[in-house]
């Protein structure tokens, strides 16, 4: 495929059927949710775990779907989100998103360097979007249920 500017540089002083042009034209795929238009594909997760696909309409249900998060450019993607919430899921089973000031904060943390899951502990400094756990052991717990592969690729999104 070829960009309309850059036929545009090459075949600049020609003239142009519009209708004809009009039949050549493939609209561009959204980048981003936020660049949906009407009659767009999209996904989204069904509260029973499903994964459908709907016609972008921007109507109040569409709308609200995507400020939730709840909305995905390919099916894929809603996949992925589905299996990261179930894992995060296990980890409230026994840990919390609150962080307590001065007191033991476990969480999970991933080695980059040898791809290495583990459990860590603060008292006096927070991260953004993690799950703690009260005790190193429910962090194991957490792990050992999920399973350190899945927690590589949903929660720290480690491609192979």
């Known amino acids: 495929m070829i960009k309309l500017n850059e036929i545009q540089a090459k075949y600049g002083d020609y ?14 795929e959204p980048k ?6 009407k009659e767009d594909i999209y996904y989204f997760i069904n509260p029973n ?13 569409d709308l609200s779907r995507r400020e939730i998060g709840n909305v995905f450019l390919t099916k894929e993607e809603a996949e992925f989100e589905r299996e990261k919430n179930k894992c995060e899921s296990i980890m409230l089973k026994y840990g919390r998103r ?10 999970i943390r991933l080695a ?6 583990f459990v860590e502990v603060w008292r006096t400094c927070q991260f953004q979007g993690s799950i703690y756990f009260d005790k190193e052991e429910l ?3 957490a792990i ?4 350190e592969e899945r927690l590589k690729k949903y929660i720290f999104r480690v491609e192979k």
């Open 49 to 61: 775990g499903g994964v459908y696909s709907c016609r972008w309409v921007a109507d109040e249900q």
């Open 98 to 107: 609150t962080f307590k000031y001065e007191d033991d904060n476990y969480f």
């Open 139 to 141: 962090a194991q717990k």
């Open 144 to 147: 050992d249920e999920i399973g």
């Open 112 to 117: 980059y360097d040898n791809k290495k899951v």
């Open 32 to 37: 981003t949710v936020w660049d949906l238009e």
């Open 15 to 28: 003239l142009v059927d519009e209708d004809k042009l009009k039949e050549l034209l493939v609209k561009p």
